[in-house]
Nanobody
Framework: QVQLVESGGGLVQAGGSLRLSCAAS????????VAWFRQATGKERDFVAA????????NYADSVKDRFTISRDNVKGTTYLQMNSLKPDDAAVYYC?????????????????WGQGTQVTVSS
């Protein structure tokens, strides 16, 4: 059972940057595809970005493309989400997720392991 712990959320002004981290408890994480999702108040959980086990393939939601970058360090058992040029619409609780498959997915139902979430607030 992989446990995921996110960190790095906070309050930032529009146009600013944040880097979210997600640390895994188990070394098998290195063979899992990972993703970030977000959920704004009163809305459904949406896909943000995903990454294959080896970091060679990525997928981004159109709304974050060219602003956000997903990456991972399998030695540290951590995945990251670098968020630049933040907008008020990016404000949400951000969740990292992992699936015991090497290839990525954009569907939340295909991820078995989830972190507790970290709040990102963007002021205008």
């Amino acid at each position: 059972q992989v446990q995921l712990v996110e960190s790095g959320g906070g309050l930032v002004q529009a146009g600013g940057s944040l880097r979210l981290s997600c640390a895994a408890s188990d070394r098998t994480f290195s063979s899992y595809a990972v993703a970030w999702f977000r959920q704004a108040t009163g809305k459904e959980r949406d896909f943000v970005a995903a990454l294959t086990w080896n970091g060679r393939a990525t997928n981004y939601a159109d709304s974050v493309k060219d602003r956000f970058t997903i990456s991972r360090d399998n030695v540290k058992g951590t995945t990251y989400l670098q968020m630049n040029s933040l907008k008020p619409d990016d404000a949400a609780v951000y969740y990292c997720a992992a699936r015991s498959r090497t290839y990525l997915s954009t569907s939340s139902s295909e991820y078995a392991y989830w972190g507790q979430g970290t709040q990102v607030t963007v002021s205008s």
